[in-house]
């Protein structure tokens, strides 16, 4: 008689496989027995030992599982863990695979079921594809082992040392009744059948019971494929469902996967829904593999305003419907401006933002006809808008007036951003009175002129500008600075502009202007005669709203603030503004007129700009 490692002691039906020796003639002598003897509880103890590093899979688990071992040989020392079995996995990737997710996205077999058996559960997946021929996966009966055998039930690890084909001290797992088992729940499970398309999926090499279990179905069922793990994929620590997952994302897409947008139409202001593809119908993904497509949109009017960026699989009708959302982000765009976002298949129906996109929330999946209908139904360009802006161009420092400089062209810059072709900007910069002290140019220069015209020639002509130290620290040249931009209106005739033109001026200094006459000598009079209170009523007269940009409280010092807190008041009537607390976009968003909506603020991107 014998005792085969894997036959739990029983007999075997003939011991010719052991005859591996030199043959001898007469009877086994004491040594030949106790020699056979040592190499059968050998041969058991590493076939145990065998299971145990297979099913725990560090020293650690194999430690704990000790007891149940079966014992070596005596003083023999402990033998060598034995390597593991490598076997022959099924390819991950196979062209039948391939065909099985093209006929399931294309509609000709209605699902696929998937079948795992792991070392905790027999694994049934059902995958469908939706009406936009995106497989949806759901467990479709997945059981215990201890459900099928009450004696795999305890304990996961000596039921993972069983399944791997360890046998150990405890009673042996029948073979026979394993099989009868796993068959008999193969035959009466309801999803499992020979009419559907089943994908087995042999992910572990080795585990003698699991091996058995799939030799099992593929004689009940046949399988139309098989797969095997992917790429560095971890089979011990990858769930069946994450597994099919994967599997699954090689899919071709049956449809277009879209950004949907907002077109605005440039001529007429008309809001239409635009579908912009990211990944076009038929595109596919190696496993683990991923794409990215990069697309440009734009802000809307407003400034900070939160908007959609819902994916669409298929295209939507002209009510919004016959698409289906996918995700839907909320993020903030700068007014106008255009943002480069990128976006990550990672297989059909699975679309992500790219990190760099700065998207804050995935949010609730959108109701797209709803959406589509909400939308408004143009937008309404502001009327046409004429800047003008004063800058003092004297300071204690070429920092001083640099800053102001600065401001002035950040202002400009924003507003042509936003505003668009029916902008006109014009600058007066204006140096100390002390005409005669003035040594910036080659003869004395007391203002500088820009005419209204386009906002880039305002800029450009800007970069000549050069500031000046000035002479004294009570009045500037404001009012010579204000009669000017009074001429620059009036040489820009109403039939050059439209006829609902606004027109604003910005006053960006530090010191109030001179008087028209000298004030017991606190408040030096303009050399020039001119009156400036006269210049502001003159230029509100013809509709030019005045703003200021001042801090009263870096001002003169002495007799001079209570005249110069007044000055900045009147000059600041329209609106005032702090350097350090106003940015140059918030006063942009006060000098120009807004945009509109007809209809309910536009809640998504703009596939094309504004401007």
Excluded at 150 to 172: C, H, K, Q, S
Excluded at 381 to 397: I, K, N, Q, R, Y
Excluded at 558 to 586: H, I, K, M, N, Q
């Amino acid at each position: 008689m014998c005792a085969t490692p894997d036959t739990g002691g029983r007999e075997c039906a003939g011991c010719s496989w052991h005859m591996w020796d030199d043959p001898v003639l007469g009877a086994l002598t004491d040594e030949d027995t106790d020699a056979a003897r040592t190499a059968l509880r050998a041969a058991r103890h590493t076939w145990d030992l065998r299971a145990a590093t297979l099913s725990q899979g560090d020293a650690e688990g194999v430690r704990r599982l000790a007891p149940l071992l079966r014992a070596g040989p005596a003083h023999s020392g402990e033998p060598a863990p034995p390597s593991l079995p490598g076997g022959s996995l099924p390819p991950h990737d196979s062209a039948r695979w391939q065909q099985i997710l093209t006929d399931l996205v294309g509609g000709r077999i209605p699902d696929v079921v998937f079948a795992e058996f792991t070392p905790d559960r027999l694994h049934v997946i059902r995958a469908a594809a939706d009406r936009s021929g995106i497989p949806r996966q759901t467990d479709a009966g997945s059981t215990d082992w201890a459900s099928l055998l009450p004696a795999l039930a305890g304990d996961a690890a000596p039921r993972r040392f069983r399944l791997a084909g360890g046998i150990g001290t405890e009673p042996p797992l029948d073979r026979a009744e394993f099989d009868a088992a796993v068959t008999r729940w193969l035959h009466t499970h309801p999803v499992l059948s020979r009419a559907r398309t089943l994908v087995l999926l042999g992910r572990r090499s080795g585990w003698v019971l699991l091996d058995r279990a799939a030799a099992l179905l593929r004689t009940v069922y046949r399988p139309s494929a098989e797969i095997g793990p992917g790429p560095g994929e971890a089979a011990s620590g990858t769930d069946t469902a994450d597994a099919v997952r994967a599997a699954l994302r090689t899919a071709p897409l049956a449809v277009d996967h879209s950004l949907l947008l907002a077109r605005v139409d440039r001529r007429t202001g008309e809001v239409h829904a635009h579908t912009q593809v990211l990944f076009p119908a038929g595109s596919r993904l190696r496993r683990g593999e991923t794409a990215t497509a990069e697309i440009t949109v734009y802000g809307g009017p407003a400034a900070r305003t939160q908007v959609l960026l819902p994916v669409l699989a298929g295209t939507p009708g002209a009510d919004g419907s016959g698409a289906v959302a996918l995700s839907a982000r909320r993020t903030a765009f700068a007014a106008f401006a255009p943002a480069r976002l990128a976006f990550v298949l990672h297989g059909p129906g699975e679309v992500t933002t790219h990190e760099d996109a700065h998207t804050e929330g995935r949010g609730e999946l959108p109701d797209i006809p709803a959406l589509v209908s909400s939308l408004p139904r143009r937008v309404i360009h502001p009327p046409a808008l004429d800047v003008f802006l004063t800058v003092e161009m004297s300071g204690a420092d070429a920092e001083e007036t640099g800053e102001r400089l600065g401001f002035a062209r950040d202002v400009i810059a924003t507003l042509a951003r936003r505003h668009g072709p029916g902008l006109r900007v014009g600058v007066v910069g204006h140096y100390d009175h002390a005409v005669h002290e003035n040594r910036y140019g080659p003869r004395p220069v007391l203002l500088l002129r820009i005419p209204a015209g386009p906002a880039r020639a305002a800029l450009t002509a800007l970069t000549g500008w050069r500031p000046a130290r000035r002479e004294q620290d009570t009045a500037s040249s404001l009012e010579d600075a204000l009669k000017e931009v009074g001429r620059l209106v009036r040489a820009r005739p109403r039939t050059a502009r439209a006829p609902d033109t606004r027109r604003v001026l910005l006053v960006v200094g530090r010191r109030p202007p001179g008087l028209p006459e000298q004030q017991h000598e606190v408040v030096p009079a303009c050399p020039l005669g001119a009156d400036w209170r006269a210049e502001l009523d003159a230029l509100r007269a013809r509709g030019v709203r005045v703003l200021a940009r001042a801090d009263p409280d870096a001002g003169p010092k002495g007799p001079v603030p209570g005249y110069a807190a007044s000055a900045w008041e009147a000059l600041g009537a329209g609106g005032s503004f702090r350097p350090g607390s106003d940015t140059a976009d918030d006063v942009a968003d006060t000098l120009a007129p807004p945009w509109r909506w007809d209809g309910l603020p536009c809640p998504l991107a703009l596939a094309t700009p504004l401007l």
